[in-house]
């Protein structure tokens, strides 16, 4: 059974005062609780059981590795309306009598390692009781998170649980609490089993099903109605797991028989969302469909939930039906992946960028096609449909999926699918896409692993850059941020996957834009003071390459000495090829450590390596006594007859 109902908008005032959600002034407001067909008020459990639910659909296959898949180490958060007293947390006094208790009581279930309550704000003031009072046959809440609890820890019995309490059925309520249960320290998962018809400004809010910053990845699952075609909001949303509606048919020895599309299962195409890239493989309307996956949900194939706020502490037992089965034992299923996931060094699950892509990209052999039955708007059809969208799960094949643990086949290879662009420059970012696939070349759509790519072949202080692991999504690897430094004609990459390699077709690398100088060419260490020396220096860009197409012209000063100024003779040289050379350099001082910068418009400079000027023979030294302070100083002449003469008075001594 989930919640659904008409759109009345809500007053904008009410909403000012939830700073969680400020802004909301189109919403659902308090809907009626829909009622499907229900057994109810049975001494003794009714209804299918988990371990049949768990046998049909494949959740006792679940492992990984040596690790049984029962949701070990992460949270469920359900969001519901108003407060259920029968609930207890497993902190209290009271648990051993609450529904929870005696549901594990009826079924061999162990008390989940933590459930706990929380206000629709995170603290522990709870909300009141739905107002339409125990034994309504409209139904209320309370049976609403009756099932949802139970059925959370019936598929996922090792997976810590917290109710977050909405004040009332508004969606502002809803939202919020919505908002407070992803960001809880630990939730992978949130399940909504409620809804209402779209509006108009729904997309405004497609925002808050998504992770908060920071947070490992949170997959969002809600049930898409009870009223057949066409479905609820948030369901809608591209962020959100839409489930949907099967009637389940169990097989010889309580195993998965067969399954129809539900009539009351909610489904169709969405009046505001646009359609999803991970749904464009699978549908052509360009506006967002549902469901993505559906579940057992027929009231006459129903479950058993454990109920005594609404049928007392003898006869506590219904059996029920609706998509709110199906929002939480999915919700269930991918906190189970994520375990997975997290086993094998992998993170969470992000629901809009991870779950729902890879659910669209896995194997046909994860769901059970389901092709018959209608929910009167839509036939289901082979593949995918807007009955049942993919089907319904097969858990175990799945999860190793989703949870990229499904060993390839022992021939995989890696494909380039998308070859690297064949000319690139230096540090420019560019991409492939790789393919794991069996030796007869079928996509290995089971493999989400990780792939890497590596530096086959390159000159030598090659650096191959950017984000070069990446995890695969259904056996193909995406890399979007590669880079290469070092200037060349061929350089190969290796792309590594599922045991195998690949090699990409050559790669010519050329430089980057002109950056800065490099002193290729250096002085002598020793020079005679007035002697012509030669210093050659190279345009480089940002990794060290040389700049070919580089002209201008490029400077020589004096960085560093003893003396300033005493540099003299050809300063400027142009740039040949990305190449400058100065010859005819002089220093007109003697002395040590004299050091020459080199340099050009824009770029950084590049400097020389120390020089020691020789003073000439003293019989030719200029040399002038003190009585004498106004003597001409001495011309020097440079090899080149066009060298211009400099004159230098030099210090007296």
């Known amino acids: 059974m989930a919640v659904y109902g008409p759109t009345p908008f809500e007053a904008a005032q009410s909403v000012l005062a939830r700073p969680a959600i400020l802004g909301l002034v189109d919403v659902a407001a308090s809907s009626g609780v829909a009622n499907p067909a229900r057994t109810t008020g049975s001494a003794t459990a009714i209804g299918l059981t988990p371990g049949q639910i768990q046998m049909a659909y494949g959740f006792t296959g679940i492992t990984f ?24 947390g497993t902190g209290s006094a009271g648990f051993a009598t609450s529904d929870l208790a005696r549901f594990d009581q ?70 919020q609490a919505v908002s407070t249960a992803k960001s809880l320290a630990g939730v992978t998962v949130v399940s909504m089993s409620w809804g209402s018809s779209e509006y108009q400004s729904e997309l405004m809010f497609d925002n808050v099903f998504t992770t908060p910053a920071g947070h490992p990845g949170v997959t969002f699952v809600a049930s898409t109605g009870d009223s057949g075609a066409p479905g609820e909001y948030p369901s809608y949303s591209p962020n959100v797991v839409a489930a949907g509606g099967t009637t389940l048919t169990l097989g ?21 969302e646009p359609e999803p890239l991970y749904q464009q493989g699978a549908q052509s309307t360009s506006m967002r469909t549902t469901p993505d996956l559906s579940f057992n949900a027929d ?72 092709t018959t039955g209608s929910n009167g708007g839509y036939t289901a059809k082979p593949g995918y449909d807007e009955v049942t969208g993919l089907g319904s799960p097969v858990a175990n094949v799945l999860a190793a999926d989703l949870a990229g643990t499904r060993n390839p086949s022992p021939t995989a290879q890696v494909v ?111 020079v005679n003071e007035g002697s012509a020396f030669g210093l050659e220096v190279a345009v480089v860009d940002r990794f060290g390459n040389l700049v070919a197409n580089y002209s201008g012209l490029v400077g020589a000063s004096e960085a560093a000495g003893p003396v300033p100024g005493a540099l003299a ?14 010859t005819d350099l002089a220093l007109e001082a003697p002395g040590g450590g004299f050091v020459i910068d080199v340099g050009a418009q824009g770029l950084s400079l590049a400097f020389s390596t120390p020089i020691h000027d020789l003073a000439p023979p003293r019989s030719v030294r200029p040399h002038f006594h003190f009585a004498h302070p106004k003597a001409h100083p001495v011309k020097k002449r440079f090899p080149r007859h066009d060298k211009v003469v400099h004159r230098k008075v030099h210090p007296r001594h």
């Open 106 to 175: 009826a079924f061999g279930l162990p008390a989940p390692p933590s459930f706990i309550k929380l206000g629709e704000y995170g603290g522990s003031v709870l909300p009141g009781l739905d107002p339409a009072g125990a034994g309504n046959p409209s139904g209320n809440w309370e049976t609403e998170e009756a099932l949802d609890v139970e059925w959370a820890h019936a598929l996922a019995p090792a997976a810590n649980l917290v109710l977050v309490e909405a004040n009332s059925a508004s969606s502002a309520d809803l939202y």
């Open 299 to 370: 009231p006459n194939t129903g479950v058993a939930i454990c109920d005594q706020y609404n049928d007392g502490q003898a006869q506590p037992w219904e059996q029920i039906g609706g998509t709110s089965v199906a929002a939480p034992s999915l919700a269930a299923l991918f906190a189970i992946i994520d375990q997975g996931r997290m086993v094998s060094g992998s993170t969470p699950l992000d629901g809009p960028s991870q779950t729902l892509p890879m659910l669209y990209q896995a194997g046909a052999t994860a769901f059970h096609d389901v």
């Open 569 to 582: 003779g050809q300063t400027l040289a142009l740039a040949v090829g990305g190449i400058a050379v100065f």
């Open 252 to 272: 010889p020895g309580g195993g998965y028989g067969s399954e129809t599309g539900w009539l009351g299962g909610g489904g169709g195409t969405s009046v505001y």
């Open 65 to 88: 590795g040596s690790v049984v898949g029962n949701g070990a180490g992460q949270t469920i958060a359900i969001v519901d309306a108003y407060d259920d007293p029968y609930l207890v």
């Open 416 to 526: 380039i699918a998308t070859e690297p662009s064949a000319n690139v420059t230096a540090g420019q970012g560019f991409g492939l896409v790789a393919r794991v696939e069996t030796g007869a070349g079928v996509l290995e759509s089971g493999f989400n692993g990780k792939v890497t790519v590596t530096l086959a072949n390159g000159p030598q202080g090659s650096t191959l850059g950017g984000s070069v692991t990446v995890t695969a999504v259904g056996g193909v690897a995406e890399f979007s941020s590669l880079f290469l430094t070092e200037a060349a004609s061929a350089d190969t990459l290796r792309v590594a996957g599922a045991g195998a390699s690949a090699i990409t077709t050559p790669i010519a690398v050329t430089s980057g834009a002109a950056a800065g100088l490099v002193v290729i060419g250096q002085p002598p260490t020793q």
